[in-house]
């Protein structure tokens, strides 16, 4: 086979770029400190350290959502522990003032001590952190407490969701027998044009669990119908306007609401910190203050109470309020404690995590990483090889005709 002189250097050139194509990538790996900087570097490595990474978004993410619920726990306990003093004040003042040395100028006097611990009291209940309520259960944006307190259930007005397209009127009625504050949610999951029947889900929960499902109603073209009793009392009113019908995902929501003080529910807020490891971290303003949840009195039925009997100087009725500011206070305790508990629980998982974190970032360093001292050697010795190449041609490069007449 003759090898002629343009064989010759398309094999040379062809060499050349391997070499430097070689001493490139050498020299970027020297440079970035990683031995794989595009999928085609090794298409098996960078498939598992992108899962890696994957597992390490999400480590890093339920750290943040631990160190976020260590932040709410912390001054959770602190409204807390400042509410038990306020509690322990009122105790005092209970206790001097049921006995027979007080008088009616005296009780006078120190109803107003109460009243001002009522208002501290209203000031901590309903205190925020992050523009957040920290006691109104899932509902983050509504005071948890009032001063005035509801003498019978209520319920309020119908919520639309914001993908709602309905532009008819939906109205709460029935009476609410419950015992705790809920959030009722009734979600739409069919509607049948023809026979003008709508489908629908019921929860009690604010919408993370469905009590009843599969309810119909019909709703009249122009007309109105009531559902029935949803659940503990609770109606809706639908009424169609002529215009946009209901639809399958329409979701409506009202609150229902016990007698007392608390506007909140007794739902707690919740966030993962581990796979399939929900936590809730919130302690709601029913749990704490009232008699819906676990609690045994309603602290500030107790506290107005007691404003009223020194007021009136009434000694019998201040005497009798003793024990349940005792057990106001209790009560107040086992909120603190079950911070402290929860506070535990999230220092662990924090541990948990971080080992997590630095397991993974090992793996991934040592599948991305480059072994610098193993490609720096591999460095030199291309650029030998190079120079060599860059030899070789630069001597066939000068070769004519002449090098080979005799």
Do not use: H
């Amino acid at each position: 086979m003759r090898i002629s002189e343009n064989i010759k250097y398309s094999t040379i050139v062809d060499n050349l770029f391997k070499a430097q194509d070689g001493y490139n990538k050498l020299m970027e790996k020297v440079s970035s400190l990683k031995e794989i900087n595009r999928p085609s570097d090794d298409p098996i490595g960078m498939t598992k350290v992108l899962n890696l990474r994957e597992s390490l978004a999400s480590v890093e993410q339920y750290s943040s959502n631990i160190e976020s619920c260590e932040s709410w726990l912390t001054i959770t306990e602190s409204k807390l522990s400042s509410v038990g003093d306020l509690l322990v004040s009122a105790r005092e003042v209970a206790i001097g003032q049921a006995t027979a040395t007080a008088s009616a100028q005296t009780r006078s006097t120190e109803a107003e001590t109460i009243q001002q611990l009522i208002d501290e009291m209203l000031t901590l209940a309903n205190s925020k952190y992050q523009g957040r309520y920290l006691f109104s259960g899932t509902k983050l944006d509504a005071a948890p407490f009032s001063s005035e307190g509801r003498t019978s259930a209520e319920t309020g007005d119908v919520g639309f969701s914001g993908g709602n397209a309905f532009d008819g009127t939906v109205a709460s009625g029935g009476t609410y027998t419950g015992s705790e504050n809920k959030t009722y949610v009734v979600k739409i999951t069919g509607w049948d044009e023809g026979t003008r029947t709508a489908t629908c889900n019921v929860s009690d929960d604010g919408g993370q669990n469905w009590s009843s499902t599969g309810q119909t109603f019909v709703l009249p073209d122009g007309g109105s119908v009531s559902t029935g009793d949803l659940g503990e009392g609770i109606e809706l009113t639908f009424e169609d306007s002529g215009g946009v019908e209901l639809a399958a995902g329409d979701i409506f929501s009202l609150d229902a609401l016990v007698a007392g003080y608390y506007n909140g529910n007794g739902e707690e807020l919740s966030v993962s910190i581990g796979e399939d490891s929900p936590f809730a971290f919130s302690i709601s303003g029913q749990e704490a203050f009232t008699d819906a949840g676990s609690g045994d009195v309603d602290i500030f039925g107790v506290l107005n109470t007691l404003r009223e009997a020194l007021e009136n100087n009434d000694q019998d009725g201040i005497a009798a309020l003793i024990d349940d500011l005792d057990a106001a206070s209790d009560q107040i305790s086992g909120s603190i404690s079950k911070c402290g508990t929860r506070a535990n629980r999230l220092e662990m998982a924090s541990g948990n995590m971080s080992d997590m974190q630095l397991d993974l970032t090992e793996l991934i360093s040592g599948t991305e990483d480059a072994d610098i001292a193993e490609v720096i050697t591999k460095l030199s010795t291309k650029e030998i090889a190079l120079q060599a190449c860059y030899s070789v041609a630069s001597k066939i490069g000068s070769l004519t005709i002449l090098n080979f007449l005799g």
